[in-house]
Nanobody, 120 residues
C-alpha cells in the first residue's frame, strides 16, 4: 500500500510565502514524476508544478517565477515553495506521485490535499 501524506499550507496574507511538502511511504519500487495540483472551489483540478526523478521541472504559467518545486529522492519527499502568493492561489493543494512497480506498471497516487488560503 502506498500513501502520500501532505503537510504545510495554511493561511497567509497576499504577498506572503508558504511551503507544502509530501512524503511517499509504503511499498515502493520506484518513484517517477512527482507533482502538485490544486483545486479551487467550483473549479477543476489544475496542474501547478511537476518534477521528474532527474529533477526536470514544469510549471503552470500562473505560478512561474513565484513557486518552486523540489524533491529529495532519499526521503521520498516533494516540496513546493510558494512565494508572492495571491488570493487566486487559494485552493486545496494535492500531491501526486507516479509509482513504478517491479513488473513495469506505473500507478498514479494522490495525497489527501492540504488547504492554502491567501487573504487580500
Amino acid at each position: 500500500q502506498v500513501q502520500l501524506v501532505e503537510s504545510g499550507g495554511g493561511l497567509v496574507q497576499a504577498g506572503g510565502s508558504l511551503s507544502v511538502s509530501c512524503v511517499v511511504s509504503g511499498v515502493i519500487f520506484s518513484i517517477n514524476a512527482m507533482g502538485w495540483y490544486r483545486q479551487a472551489p467550483g473549479k477543476e483540478r489544475e496542474l501547478v508544478a511537476t518534477i521528474t526523478s532527474g529533477g526536470s521541472t514544469t510549471y503552470a504559467d500562473s505560478v512561474k517565477g513565484r513557486f518552486t518545486i523540489s524533491r529529495d529522492n532519499a526521503k521520498n519527499t516533494v516540496y513546493l515553495q510558494m512565494n508572492s502568493l495571491k488570493p487566486e492561489d487559494t485552493a486545496v493543494y494535492y500531491c501526486n506521485a507516479v509509482i513504478g512497480q517491479p513488473w513495469g506498471t506505473l500507478i498514479n497516487y494522490w495525497g489527501q490535499g492540504t488547504q492554502v488560503t491567501v487573504s487580500s
